[in-house]
């Protein structure tokens, strides 16, 4: 039984920052690629940032380079996305995803930004 519990949404200011984590368990976290996805109602999930297993590659998209940060403690099998800077498009429920030979999903977390 995999389980990934994503946390650290809420609603936040322009220009603000959020923390999100997800912890993994049932699954040997260390050998996973690890993800964020983010979706708003009506659209499909994008890409926002991944990290290899051992972190020592991370990618974004360009809407967030510069402002996001993935990280991840496989000791703890957590992996972090700090959010800086954040906009109104930033608006969305966020996905923790584990992949590699099985994709796993978390249940998403709401972050909203606005005044």
């Known amino acids: 039984q995999v389980q990934l519990v994503e946390s650290g949404g809420g609603l936040v200011q322009p220009g603000g920052s959020l923390r999100l984590s997800c912890v993994a368990s049932?699954?040997?976290?260390?050998?996973?690629?690890t993800s964020w996805y983010r979706q708003t109602p009506g659209k499909e999930r994008e890409l926002v940032a991944v990290?290899?297993?051992?972190?020592?590659?991370?990618k974004y998209a360009n809407s967030v380079k510069g402002r996001f940060t993935i990280s991840r403690d496989n000791a703890k099998n957590t992996v972090h996305l700090q959010m800086n800077n954040l906009k109104p498009e930033d608006t969305a429920v966020y996905y923790c995803?584990?992949?590699?030979?099985?994709?796993?999903w978390g249940q998403g977390t709401q972050v909203t930004v606005s005044s």
């Open positions: 995803r584990l992949g590699g030979s099985d994709t796993y």
């Open positions: 049932g699954v040997t976290f260390r050998i996973f690629a």
């Open positions: 990290i290899t297993a051992t972190g020592g590659t991370t």
